[in-house]
């Protein structure tokens, strides 16, 4: 039977209306008080402050790189057995952080983080005394091979390496039909600082979250399919992430060698590019990393940061088919209005914003309408999670045959294939909750088990499901930037702008086409929601003009100004809720659509 359209739009605006209504009463009206405001480190406030301000305080000498590491440790013990954002320190973070002290009375300065601490996600191998888990308990007690090609670079620029941060468990790769987002059978459930009852996103949801509770200054974390780019929205900060390659993916424990990028967190454009610029470089480990060379910047990409100044005659486009006309979390409420204010603000900055009605090439074929993930009319074949599940497999397995164990596994169980890794936890399954029935694991580890299930077989139907989306995906991306009007005129693109944000069960839809296209993107936080949950305005990119992004991106944040309007207040910090509150109603993910990656309206 058929419901009227005007009966649903009556619906749907009454419970629209009474879940924003609900919102603001939930985050508006009751008075609450930060439990974790931040400290004065050594009398320096910390808060909001850059990298170029910390250096000079060093420089100064009214700070130490010992001392500023001490006070997010000290703040981390304070926090984190609320919101679990980080897994495990460094237990030799104060010896490093001396050495670097001692450099710089010497007179040696490696660069602009010389002494400034760092957290890296959980599946970037540190050889030191922190284990490389992917948050999953399997993994304890094995031993990788060396330090992540990122890492090595890290250490070489005198970075801090503070500790490993809490993700959501294997990278998102254990289960996608029905889990708690954020969670690691290791580092418990990640909250978000905005409101500890609402989503964070992920995989990257500790890096992005203790930059957004103050707990680190930087972080590093990975990309397969919207896990750096996500989070970092839902966290109300900055996410970088590059193009395919340029920061290596040796030593990382992957998702697909397709797609996996490491990406960098900060409170600020030009210190996400830092942070960046200590990492990327070929690496002959990670073939994928040799494109680069001849394509990247002298200097790095932090020169590329400027501020509101440069928007002066820009030309940025909106794609309003699918990106700024259905998703989900643009319908929710108050939500698009704020986004148009944002674009209305620009337009004052001399900024021509060119309204794209026309659509993107293939967009209709490779992007949900709601959200992440595929298009729901995508022939099974050639569904994303087909190709990425025998990535999985032959990557994770790879990895797996790379690391030692010193005293063996847990149980004596091997680990040398995913299988193998899906055995485990089922053998464990009172700690991994893999045979699922109930949250954080409801579904148990069904994108495991569906990896598994590939064998690793690289078939024809492998081969053209990923080049299909691939070439679809670049062509999509690129026809944004030499955009075609509907009568043929091409006008050329300085930035092409998605906005980046989840609701009503559908995640944010920046993501699914970059990935798949290996092309970089990186988003800004805007506004909040009804929920008190950040909203962010994203730039994709081509491939290897992060130096794009990074000036268009900073000069929008110049403009826009969100550190200094908005502030976590680590609302209902103390919350135990898995799942999560519903955002929006509307849109849903059932089970079969989440199945090859899509919601349903």
């Not at 087909?386 to 990535?391: A, F, P």
């Not at 936080?525 to 491939?543: C, E, M, R, S």
Request: charged share 15%; proline share 5%; hydrophobic share 40%.
């Amino acid at each position: 039977m058929k419901t009227s359209s005007l009966n649903l739009s009556s619906i749907l605006a009454s419970l629209l209306l009474a879940a924003s209504t609900t919102a603001q009463t939930n985050t508006s009206s009751i008075q609450w008080t930060n439990p974790f405001p931040v400290l004065p480190c050594n009398g320096i406030n910390i808060k909001d402050i850059t990298v170029a301000e910390l250096q000079v305080h060093f420089a100064d000498g009214n700070l130490t790189a010992v001392q500023l590491a001490q006070c997010y440790v000290d703040r981390i013990a304070k926090t984190n057995p609320y919101v679990h954002h980080v897994i495990e320190i460094n237990p030799d973070w104060k010896t490093i952080a001396q050495g670097l002290d001692a450099e710089r009375a010497n007179g040696t300065v490696r660069g602009p983080l010389h002494g400034i601490p760092v957290l890296t996600k959980d599946n970037i191998a540190t050889d030191d005394k922190v284990a490389t888990t992917d948050g999953n308990l399997a993994l304890l007690g094995s031993k990788v091979a060396g330090d992540a090609f990122v890492v090595k670079k890290m250490r070489a620029a005198g970075i801090v390496l503070l500790g490993h941060a809490n993700e959501s468990e294997d990278a998102d790769h254990r289960a996608v039909i029905a889990f708690s987002e954020g969670w690691s059978d290791r580092g418990g459930q990640t909250r978000n600082v905005w409101n500890g009852t609402q989503q964070t996103a992920g995989s990257s949801t500790g890096p992005a979250q203790a930059v957004a509770g103050y707990n680190i200054l930087l972080s590093v974390g990975t990309e397969t399919h919207g896990s750096v780019l996500h989070p970092a929205g839902h966290a109300g900060v900055v996410g970088l992430k590059p193009t395919v390659g340029l920061t290596s993916r040796g030593g990382v424990i992957p998702g697909s060698h397709n797609r996996d990028s490491v990406g960098t967190f900060a409170r600020n454009v030009h210190d996400a590019a830092l942070l960046l610029d200590a990492m990327y470089g070929a690496d002959d480990e990670d073939p994928w990393s040799l494109a680069q060379v001849g394509r990247t910047p002298d200097g790095g990409y932090a020169q590329y940061a400027t501020n509101s100044s440069a928007l002066k005659g820009a030309v940025f486009g909106i794609p309003y088919h699918i990106w700024w006309s259905t998703i989900a979390g643009l319908r929710a409420p108050g939500n698009e209005a704020k986004f148009l204010a944002r674009l209305d603000q620009l337009k004052r900055a001399g900024v021509t914003i060119v309204n794209m009605t026309n659509p993107l090439p293939y967009a209709d074929e490779i992007q949900n309408a709601y959200g992440w993930g595929d298009a729901v009319t995508t022939p099974y074949w050639l569904q994303s999670q087909r190709y990425l599940n025998v990535d999985l497999y032959n990557d994770y397995t790879e990895y797996l045959q790379g690391i030692s164990w010193p005293n063996g596994t847990a149980g004596g169980l091997p680990l040398e294939n995913l299988g193998d890794l899906a055995v485990w936890n089922n053998q464990n399954n009172k700690t991994t909750g893999a045979l699922g029935g109930a949250f954080p694991w409801k579904s148990g580890q069904d994108a495991l088990i569906a990896a598994v299930a590939t064998a690793g077989v690289r078939d024809t139907r492998y081969w053209r499901g990923w080049y299909w989306r691939l070439a679809r995906s670049q062509a999509c991306m690129n026809g944004a930037y030499t955009y075609k009007t509907a009568n043929g005129t091409t006008i050329k693109i300085d930035a092409v702008l998605i906005p980046n944000v989840g609701g009503g069960g559908a995640s944010s839809s920046i993501a699914s086409v970059p990935d798949a296209a290996q092309y970089p993107a990186m988003t800004i936080p805007v506004d909040v929601d009804g929920f008190n949950v950040p909203i962010g305005l994203g730039i994709w990119g081509t491939g290897y003009s992060e130096s794009n992004m990074v000036k268009w991106a900073s000069a929008m944040e110049s403009l826009f100004q969100f550190n200094a309007h908005f502030e976590p207040e680590f609302v209902k910090f103390n919350t135990t809720k898995i799942p999560f509150d519903a955002r929006w109603p509307g849109y849903t993910c059932s089970r079969d659509s989440l199945d090859h990656l899509g919601c349903s309206v």
